[in-house]
């Protein structure tokens, strides 16, 4: 699977931002998709992750009520929508797809490039 991750950008604390991650290469909804992010000098973290049909979720606690993913598995796209931004969760943001479970740090099959969000205070 080939990842392509978009949306990233400069936004000030309070606001919104929506990305996207474009998928191709395999069959789409046969993956679990996750969304990773790594803050200037720290390590990537796990933010969400989105089941094969998308109908459960899981989330990292600091974005918990703030950040709600989804995907459409007939434009193979997922998606993180970021409301309430801070600070802190200025980041590289990364998609990634596993084919066994929600992707984790250490258990994902394919990553996408990064997509820079800097919130500023």
């Known amino acids: 699977v080939q990842l392509q991750a978009s949306g990233g950008g400069l936004v000030q604390a309070g606001g919104s931002l929506k990305l996207s991650c474009a998928a191709s290469?395999?069959?789409?909804?046969?993956?679990?998709m996750g969304w990773f992010r790594q803050p200037p000098g720290k390590e990537r973290e796990f933010v969400a992750g989105?089941?094969?049909?998308?109908?459960?979720?899981r989330y990292a606690d600091s974005v918990k009520g703030r950040f709600t993913i989804s995907r459409d598995n007939a434009k193979n796209t997922v998606s993180l929508q970021m409301n309430s931004l801070k600070p802190e969760d200025t980041a590289v943001y990364y998609c990634?797809?596993?084919?066994?479970?929600?992707?984790?740090?250490?258990?994902?099959?394919?990553w996408g490039k990064g997509t820079l969000v800097t919130v500023s205070s």
């Open positions: 989105i089941t094969l049909s998308g109908t459960s979720t």
């Open positions: 290469g395999r069959t789409f909804s046969n993956y679990f």
């Open positions: 990634a797809a596993s084919y066994a479970r929600i992707p984790t740090v250490l258990g994902a099959d394919y």
